[in-house]
């Protein structure tokens, strides 16, 4: 298929002449979710799913969390019909960690349908966690039918708006964006003015210096628009970030691991706890992908991701369990 | 004599046939004249789309995805719950126009009813 140049999702800043088809090539399901370490105001993210084959040395920065996404409770398709046991194996996987992390956040689809035992389940279930404290942004199926009502009094008591808030962790100023509010006909995620306009004066008074971790549900990035893995007005929302030496942006939506870099900022979605999503338009839909158990394994790996602040560049080394 | 009384009778009872005959086709056109058309949600696509209809007609939208979508108008005339796999919504066109929908989770999904 015939790709719009600004489709592009990597450019060549390191001169390793890896493409966007290239860049494809190297994309592996993570599987269970994202492992985030902060050296040095460097973000460095593993597969959780590899983790066991880390050394703690190696895993231990200044500040350590966990990334899961698109829990997706109560979904029952033949894609996983227990969704509910592989939210629990990411979490056991997160209790294996050899550094605690200090917390993890969750980056929507947290539920199937915004039923209220479908939020009660997942949780009951990171209750077993080791992090106790969850930050949330919610996805699309967490504010179905009700505007996002439900979500903003279970998650949201101390947000902004429709869920938006933000929060320091050991130096590190996090941002968390609704963008699966008011979508229009035709458009991708949105956050609109007023979000908009907190933003700008939530970061203005930061020094250049803070390393700022943005999350949000839906890419912030132009991932692939014609399934709508994009979101509107992220131009906006990323041109407050230009002074920052390290900004990282953490999406899920797509239920697959990806990463892209441009200028100061890194990209990374998260894979889901429940199934794997196609490859960009190397399917009819984005519908869920039914994955044989046999194969799950070979496409899961090690992730480690390495952004040297100033040089643009990005490391990436992708290796399979198997 | 016999015979006229015996063909009266049968003409009578031709009649009646022919009435409960014409009754239960009178019947039977006022269901189907109701029109209906049917819109499949498929791989995060409506189709038909555009799909032009009389006035009068009642559209029902079945979603045939694992993913669960809606239909919601743009100008808000309707709006569906959110429909799993295989759940359906309909809704009755009584005015000519062009309606533009769309699925609200995912927005990129837009469709067309053109009433005439």
Redesign the interface.
């Known amino acids: 298929m015939a790709r719009k140049p600004k489709d592009e999702i990597l450019h060549d800043h390191n001169h390793d002449g890896i493409d966007r088809r290239g860049f494809l090539k190297c994309m592996a399901w993570a599987g269970t979710g994202a492992f985030c370490v902060m050296q040095g105001g460097v973000l460095k993210s593993y597969s959780l799913s590899g983790l066991s084959g880390l050394s703690g040395k190696q895993i231990k920065g200044d500040l350590c969390f966990v990334q899961i996404s698109d829990s997706h409770m109560g979904f029952n398709?033949?894609?996983n019909t227990d969704v509910a046991g592989t939210l629990k194996a990411a979490i056991d996987k997160i209790n294996a960690l050899p550094t605690a992390p200090g917390f993890i956040l969750h980056t929507g689809d947290i539920s199937?349908?915004?039923k209220p035992e479908e939020f009660d389940g997942v949780d009951q279930l990171l209750k077993g966690a080791s992090a106790k404290d969850v930050f949330y942004v919610p996805g699309?199926?967490d504010v179905?039918?009700d505007d996002g009502k439900q979500y903003l009094e279970r998650y949201g008591k101390n947000a902004k708006g429709s869920g938006w808030y933000s929060f320091d962790q050991k130096g590190v100023h996090f941002v968390g964006l609704v963008n699966v509010m008011n979508?229009?006909?035709?458009?991708?995620g949105s956050l609109g003015n007023e979000q908009l306009e907190w933003m700008e004066g939530d970061v203005k008074h930061l020094s250049k210096s803070t390393p700022v971790v943005v999350f949000a549900h839906i890419p912030l990035w132009s991932v692939y628009?014609?399934?709508?893995w994009g979101t509107d007005d992220s131009a906006q929302a990323l041109s407050y970030l230009k002074k920052f030496g390290s900004v990282t942006v953490l999406n899920g939506h797509i239920h697959q691991t990806m990463q892209k870099v441009e200028g100061n900022v890194t990209f990374h979605t998260a894979a889901s706890t429940a199934f794997p999503q196609p490859k960009p338009g190397e399917a009819?839909?984005?519908?869920?992908m039914k994955v044989p158990a046999e194969q799950l394994k070979s496409l899961l790996g090690i992730r480690d991701v390495n952004y040297v602040q100033g040089k643009h560049s990005l490391g990436v080394t992708d290796s399979t369990l198997e | 004599m016999k015979r006229t009384v015996s063909t009266l009778g049968f003409a009578m009872l031709a009649i009646v046939i022919l009435m409960m005959a014409g009754r239960s086709r009178t019947y039977g056109v006022a269901v189907e004249d109701k029109p209906t058309a049917q819109v499949k949600i498929d791989n995060f696509v409506f189709s038909p789309n555009p799909l032009t209809v009389p006035a009068g007609t009642t559209i029902r939208w079945t979603n045939q995805d694992d993913i669960p979508h809606n239909v919601v108008s743009e100008d808000k005339s309707f709006k569906s719950k959110v429909l799993d796999t295989d759940e359906t919504f309909t809704y009755t066109f009584t005015k000519p126009g062009t309606y533009t929908y769309f699925c609200s989770i995912h927005p990129k999904m837009t469709g067309k009813v053109v009433v005439q």
């Open positions: 398709k033949p894609a199937h349908l915004s699309e199926h179905i039918g979508l229009k006909a035709g458009g991708l628009p014609e399934w709508g009819p839909s984005p519908g869920p």
